[in-house]
């Protein structure tokens, strides 16, 4: 490689770090004018630099030193400041960068690890436990296990009271040809039945295994998807015989929440439809039903709307010679996708055959860049001279409320998102809006004063209230984060998702908002997992442990029969996709950390019990493996029972059934 940029912490300032950048030509040749460009997430105070000018837009950093030749086999070294948290990953740094010269060609740059100096480094490991009798995860509210196992054998049969029922059993079946290669035929035994009970709740099922077979009851589909997602967990392969056990077992089991959801930010990185599904499919297993999908944001917009092609042609891409820019990864070409109608209603489809809801997330009025670019002549105010800039370093995000553009963009917009999501909720967003919007924008202040208000910040109200009435119109309740301050500038049939803090979570119950916990300390799967500098993931929050995230415990401060617990419907983790570019970064940011929130989500806190959930989650492992899940795990080789003591208490478990 002809060139690379190394990246160290000079200073540790009071606020922020000092960084030197060392620019290194290793060729044999010569550029007298050239442009280094490189991803870094955080923000570069302007002027900092020791010398040259650096313009940033996001994470995309153009570095130019005009009269400073990059001469053969020398380099070129810059400092520059950061106001911001220090670094504290070797993740942290360059990651990608390319560099232009004068004669128009692009070179890659290869980026070595950021030198963080002095700083806190240590690992979190588990403790030793011993594996479980069972691996059920979610831990169900009552279970009694019996002291032998029925067989399934591929002549098995499952055998449904009604064709209602018969969607969830055709997933059963496909799961088990998928994890254990057994292809039930439609001959045999009845030995797996669904059985109705309308005395049960929507939710809750129960699930018999004895010498007569395999008893699923439910009160509806979503019983039944619940109740094999327990069987499933139960099941163990004897792969000489062909044969699945099941432990003789009595489950009776309900949910927690009645909202238990996961976010994936589709916005950042693209995921294909097949990436989509295969989640969708994992979250089922752990009694997740609902997939709330974070479409647009400043870095793309991925959904096909008839009405405007532009927001896919155009904001669906980012690339060096396009309207977005490169940002957060793949700089050196052009990144990007989009999910058609027709792909989405497939997802949808998928979805609520595993009882899952999918609420779709367009994100207004800021993290609106992607919809700028693509619609200029409807959303650019060329008169608005505001000085701003957003948490994610844009200064050009934001929808103006004195366009007329930005109402037929927004009407338009969601009478299609309502047409094709059956979900009766719509994200909005509304977080973010950076302090200086609007100031100079001479609609925006004509518009301030038809309607007597006195401060700028007054129309993300006016904005918001606009969308929240439009979706009422299409049948549709409105979510937003509480961070885009909604307490009191739309109405309580607005479902508030808290993730600044749990207080601001009851704050908004208590003022009579149904809330959706998130809190980022403790659901934000995209944090690192440990505090080891090597660690995937960032540390804008903390990192969350997989013991942290277990130990999550939602309202622990009110008192148990506190009437805001009423208004809190539910939680969900986010997996926010920055750095997460791959199907197994996925996978290691996800699990196993997953399975202990979906675990709160559902299982009261009497039965919460960390060291027993870890002793499940040891015998869990091998779901994960069957499913080819590329989790983080718990026990590197050298902790835990390994080899011969861990295959006898396996084997000793089993013989317990």
């Not at 059963?172 to 292809?183: A, G, H, N, V, Y």
């Not at 105010?381 to 963009?409: H, I, M, W």
């Amino acid at each position: 490689m002809d060139f690379r940029v190394d990246l160290a912490i000079v200073e540790r300032l009071p606020k922020g770090c000092r960084f030197g950048l060392t620019l290194h030509n290793l060729s044999e040749k010569s550029h007298t004018n050239w442009q280094l460009h490189f991803v870094f997430e955080r923000f570069i105070t302007p002027d900092s630099l020791s010398q040259g000018n650096l313009t940033q837009v996001g994470t995309f950093c153009s570095l130019n030193i005009e009269g400073t030749p990059l001469y053969a086999n020398n380099h070129v070294y810059v400092e520059f400041c950061i106001a911001t948290a220090p670094l504290k990953s070797l993740n942290d740094g360059i990651r990608e960068a390319y560099l232009n010269t004068d004669s128009l060609t692009q070179y890659p740059v290869t980026t070595s690890p950021i030198v963080l100096g002095s700083g806190e480094d240590k690992s979190n490991p588990i403790g030793d436990v011993f594996e479980g009798r069972h691996g059920l995860i979610p831990e169900p509210q009552s279970i009694e296990l019996g002291d032998s196992v029925y067989e399934l054998t591929r002549y098995s049969q499952i055998c449904v009271e009604d064709q209602a029922m018969q969607s969830v059993a055709n997933w059963l079946k496909d799961e088990i040809d998928r994890l254990f290669s057994i292809t039930t035929k439609s001959i045999g035994q009845q030995d797996i039945r669904f059985r109705h009970s309308p005395v049960l709740d929507n939710e809750a099922y129960k699930l018999r295994v004895d010498h007569t077979g395999i008893e699923i009851e439910s009160n509806g589909n979503a019983g039944f998807v619940y109740g094999c997602a327990t069987l499933m967990q139960l099941m163990d392969f004897d792969k000489d015989r062909h044969t699945l056990y099941v432990p003789h077992v009595q489950i009776h089991d309900a949910p927690r929440f009645r909202y238990r959801g996961v976010m994936l930010d589709s916005a950042r990185s693209f995921q294909p439809i097949s990436e989509i599904k295969r989640l969708l499919n994992l979250l089922a297993h752990y009694k997740i039903n609902t997939f709330h999908w974070h479409l647009t944001d400043d870095e793309a917009w991925r959904l096909e709307i008839h009405a405007f092609p532009e927001l896919t042609e155009v904001g669906a891409w980012r690339g060096a010679e396009r309207a977005l820019e490169p940002q957060l990864h793949s700089i050196q070409r052009d990144y990007g996708g989009y999910y058609t109608q027709q792909e989405v209603a497939e997802i949808i489809e998928y979805a609520a055959a595993r009882n899952i809801q999918v609420i779709p997330e367009i994100d207004v009025p800021g993290h609106s860049r992607a919809a700028i670019k693509s619609l200029p002549h409807l959303l650019v105010d060329k008169e608005d001279s505001s000085s701003y800039r957003s948490a994610q370093n844009y200064c050009d995000n934001v929808l103006s409320p004195g366009l007329p553009g930005t109402y037929q963009f927004l009407d338009t917009v969601f009478e299609e998102v309502a047409a094709l999501f059956p979900s009766p909720f719509i994200h909005i967003g509304a977080d973010q809006v950076p302090v200086g919007v609007w100031s100079d924008s001479p609609s925006c202040h004509t518009l301030m004063a038809e309607h007597g208000y006195h401060n700028p910040k007054d129309l993300q109200g006016h904005l918001l209230r606009h969308v929240e009435d439009k979706l009422k119109s299409l049948g549709k309740r409105m979510l937003g984060w509480e961070e885009g301050n909604l307490v009191n500038k739309v109405s309580k049939d607005t479902i508030v998702y808290s993730w600044l803090s749990e207080e601001a979570a009851i704050n908004s119950a208590k003022l009579g908002y149904d809330v959706i916990l998130q809190p980022g300390q403790s659901t934000y799967l995209d944090m690192a997992q440990d505090n080891n500098t090597t660690e995937l993931g960032v540390h804008s929050a903390n990192a969350i442990t997989l013991e942290k995230a277990y130990h999550y415990e939602p309202l622990a401060q009110l008192h148990p029969d506190d009437p805001v617990k009423k208004r809190i419907l539910g939680m969900q983790a986010a997996v926010w996709t920055e750095r997460i570019t791959s199907p197994d970064t996925l996978d290691y940011m996800m699990f196993p950390r997953l399975t202990a929130l979906a675990e709160t989500a559902w299982s009261t806190s009497n039965h919460k019990d960390y060291r027993a959930f870890l002793s499940r989650l040891k015998r869990h492992l091998s779901l994960l493996d069957r499913q080819h899940v590329k989790y983080k795990h718990p026990w590197p080789t050298g902790q835990g029972i390994q080899g011969a003591q861990y295959q006898t208490q396996r084997q000793q478990q089993n013989n317990r059934f």
